[in-house]
């Protein structure tokens, strides 16, 4: 065996970190529009935050839909072709942004798309700009949304076909930690392009990584068994599960699946429905509004060192804090002795806590004039949804038999999705009234915007534990579904 090890290649890992590259650019690339926004998109398109709020609930529901058939089309194509197509597609709708302030100004009839961003706000002129530009951002981001689908479950294939069981746990954490780096680099990278280059730059550049990265994966990857690069020894220790993954494979045919309008009769499929329904948004709430609320409420835009600053600690707090979110029920279940579906529902209830903080960014960040609180707390907060979410759908695995499990987490992930579009809709039409009214709006001593910010925060606070009871209501102890 140490001969064995002595000469084995390491492709396998080689191949894991194009993953990772690859899982790192797409997140990356769906950061762009959130960090131009406030200081170069909306004062060009004479946007309001309806109008961005209508873009980015559109992108969580598309992205939802598309995740549904994502997984098939990669099965369908193979891996390599699938995920070429994936990220090629993605790329191009990212790089597509670019185009929409010349063909606004192009279809809106103007010179230049200075003469379009000088047009009188408030103007039919204006509300034409408006109007066309969000259209154009809309299919742009159904392309990006529609490629990036294809991301994870390419991903996680590729990790099946180069690692044995043993690794692939590790191997999957690799890759998807190109999430928090994605969402470390971009306050760092994006908003200084944008500043240096021009906003369409950012799109160009980042989004042109993604072609780059094909370039590599077009000659670096083949499946195991046909690579020049993986040698006998390698390709033996890949395929030391084959034996059992045959039986384990012929057992789940046996399995009965579940027809998809049949299992909206189960309550354990209402719980997992709930719970994604009302958390999902709070995540993509915070990642696609957290830049506009520190340049609105603290002038801390996007560009300037504190705003790259303060996005960076968000995050970073969210990737710390989150790892410890599938350590916590494990602890549960082998030193206390707890069932896997109690430590984890246990587990849960102490993840749900966690966004409560939202509840006091707004009055803390307020009160001591210093954004520093807000960056905290929405940071904790969302490491909280980070650690609920990998919880979340174990519970799927804990409650239902295998050959219904990804039926579950297709209906749940399409629950997810269309909570995300409504509180993204929500949000957006919400702070355009607030700021229009001003003085006259109030929420709990706050005024116009910080009013409005100061409501979704709050839903943002309760929501875990809303989902959490309402969880526990339907489902109020461990009950496998019997088909």
Partial sequence: ???????????????????????????????????????????????????????????????????????????????????????????????MHAACGWASAHIGGFDSVAAMRAVE??????????????????????????????????AIKVTAEYFPKKDRAFATSIFNAGASVGALAA????????????????????????????????????????????????????????????????ALAQEKSIPFTQAFKYRQTWSFIVGKFLTDGVWWFFLFWAPSYFSNQFNAPATSFKGQALIFTLYLIVTVVSIFGGYLPKLFVEKKGMHPYSGRMLAMLIFAFFPLCALFAQPLGVHFNSPWWPAVLIGLAAAG?????????????????????????????????????????????????????????????????????????????????LAWTIMRILVPKYKPVEL
């Fill in 1 to 95: 065996m140490s001969t064995q090890k002595k000469l084995m290649t390491d492709w396998r890992w080689w191949i894991c970190s194009l993953l990772f590259v690859a899982t790192t650019v797409n997140y990356l690339d769906r950061q762009v529009l959130s960090l131009t926004y406030e200081e170069f998109i909306k004062p060009e398109f004479h946007w309001s935050d309806a109008n961005y709020g209508t873009i980015t609930s559109f992108f969580s529901i598309f992205y939802a839909i598309a995740c549904l058939f994502a997984g098939k089309f990669v099965d369908w194509m193979g891996t390599k072709k699938g995920y070429l197509i994936a990220i090629g597609v993605w790329s191009t709708g990212a790089v």
């Fill in 121 to 154: 706000a408030g103007s039919n002129a204006a509300l034409a700009v408006a109007t066309t530009s969000v259209y154009l951002f809309l299919l742009c981001r159904g392309i990006l949304a529609l490629g990036e689908a294809g991301n994870f479950p390419a």
């Fill in 187 to 250: 306050p760092l990278c994006i908003p200084p392009l944008a500043k240096a280059l021009g906003w369409e730059w950012a799109f160009i550049i980042i989004g042109g990584l993604g072609f780059i990265w094909m370039f590599f994966w077009q000659f670096m990857y083949d499946k195991p068994e046909k690579s020049k690069h993986v040698n006998e020894a390698e390709l033996e220790y890949i395929h030391q599960d084959d034996a059992e993954e045959a039986a384990e494979k012929a």
């Fill in 385 to 465: 949804h980070q650690a609920w979410s990998a919880n979340i759908f174990s519970t799927v695995g804990d409650m239902f038999p295998k050959g219904a499990i990804a039926t579950i987490t297709g209906i749940g992930a399409m629950a997810g999705g269309v909570g995300s579009m409504i509180i993204q809709k929500v949000a957006g039409n919400l702070f355009t009234y607030a700021e229009n009214a001003g003085s006259a709006f109030h929420f709990l001593g706050f005024e116009g915007k910080p009013a409005g910010y100061f409501i979704v925060f709050c839903f943002c606070g309760i929501a875990y534990l």
